[in-house]
């Protein structure tokens, strides 16, 4: 299974909106044939680790790192190929919360006569596809907040000044994030600040997440970097009913989406239910501070991943929410994950409960 789990993160950030997947066959101790899934659209694990062993599968072992599907998708069920190969045993790392499996693969296998047995490596399994399970459960993408501030918790100074908190190696690190990310979001005002290019540059990578851009009034500046480079996607979600300016923006190339807004705010909880519809499985808000703050008060977020640069900023711009009088009132995390980053250090919170 710690093999199966190896080639499913060969592909973590690649397969959206499926989850990432590893499958080994194993038979008389040894491993005959491994497989994963590619992409979104093409074979299950199963089905590429069954084809490559072909009548060899016969009374083997199978391991999965999620549930077999049961159900036709854009491909035929899992459950299928691994009763008419003949697998004698199958040992699955955690269950698949897709309604339409749920539980229903194990089923499958079992009234087919074959072994089951679930729950091995289950806790690296579930934090692999966490994206995945929060999208195929919520009706939202799964959200990381992931911002970059000085010790003392400014994300620029009071001018605005932010480049760079970090060093380059965070900055490397982040662009590991943004790939595993369907698309990064940020408010215009991070836009018309910082200009950034919001793709993943630090390495070779297959595709490019989806540009977001905040923009209830449709401020984004025509030569912004994330409107003239054409390497991904770029949407403007606006309150703006300016048929001339939206015009002129798709000319360009890019989106305009027009969402439900809230005293000229876009309604975040729109948004994450439209994301679910363009089958964006996992976002990343790069910020600003007022962006980042609007999806914590909504209680939008699942992770955040803080960058800490070595700086003392003082009276700068900050993530405020919730604004707590009390301790008690403020949110409670846990940390999960740490990296040192040369001078830096990258920390990853979930919710504490
Ligand atoms: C598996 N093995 O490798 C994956 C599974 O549209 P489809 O046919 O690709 O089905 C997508 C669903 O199948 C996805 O939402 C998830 O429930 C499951 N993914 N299942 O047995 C795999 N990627
Ligand atoms: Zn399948």
């Avoid at 549930?67 to 004698?88: D, F, L």
């Avoid at 979001?185 to 991070?190: A, C, D, K, M, W």
């Amino acid at each position: 299974m710690g093999r199966a789990l190896e080639l499913a993160r060969l592909r973590k950030g690649l397969t959206h909106p499926n989850p990432t997947v590893g499958c080994v066959v194993v038979k008389d101790g040894k491993i005959i044939s491994e497989g994963y899934h590619e992409r979104a659209g093409a074979p299950h694990a199963e089905v590429v680790a069954l084809s490559k062993a072909g009548q060899n599968a016969k009374d083997s072992t199978l391991y999965v790192t999620l549930e077999p599907c049961s159900h036709y998708g854009r491909t035929p069920p899992c459950t299928n190929a691994i009763i008419e190969a003949g697998v004698k045993r199958v040992v699955v790392a955690t269950l698949d919360p897709n309604p339409k499996v749920m539980g229903s693969g194990i089923e499958r296998l079992r009234a087919a006569g074959i072994q089951v047995d679930v729950g091995v490596l289950e806790e690296e399994a579930r934090q692999l596809n966490e994206d995945f399970f929060v999208y195929i459960t919520q009706n939202r993408p799964y959200i990381t907040l992931k911002w970059a501030q000085s010790i003392d918790g400014s994300l620029a100074t009071k001018t605005g000044d932010s480049k760079w908190i970090t060093s380059r190696e965070s900055r490397e690190f982040a662009h590991r994030l943004r790939a595993e990310a369907t698309a990064i979001l940020v408010g215009v005002n991070t836009v018309v600040k910082d200009d950034p290019l919001l793709t993943v540059r630090a390495f070779l990578w297959e595709r490019q997440p989806i540009r977001v851009v905040l923009d209830p009034y449709l401020r984004t500046p025509l030569q912004a970097n994330l409107m003239v480079d054409t390497s991904a996607k770029t949407i403007l979600v606006t309150c703006s009913q300016k048929e001339d300016k939206v015009k002129k923006l798709e000319d360009m190339g890019v989106s305009v989406v027009k969402a439900e807004c809230v005293k000229g705010r876009v309604d975040l909880r729109w948004l994450m239910r439209w994301m679910h519809q363009q089958e964006i499985m996992h976002l990343m808000v790069e910020g600003g501070a007022r962006t980042l703050e609007g999806f914590i008060e909504e209680g939008l977020w699942d992770r955040i991943v803080v960058f800490l640069g070595p700086l003392l900023i003082g009276n700068g711009i900050r993530v405020r929410s919730p604004g707590a009088e009390k301790l008690m009132d403020a949110i409670p995390l846990r940390k999960r994950r740490l990296w040192q980053l040369g001078e830096d250090v990258a920390i990853e919170y979930t919710r504490a409960y």
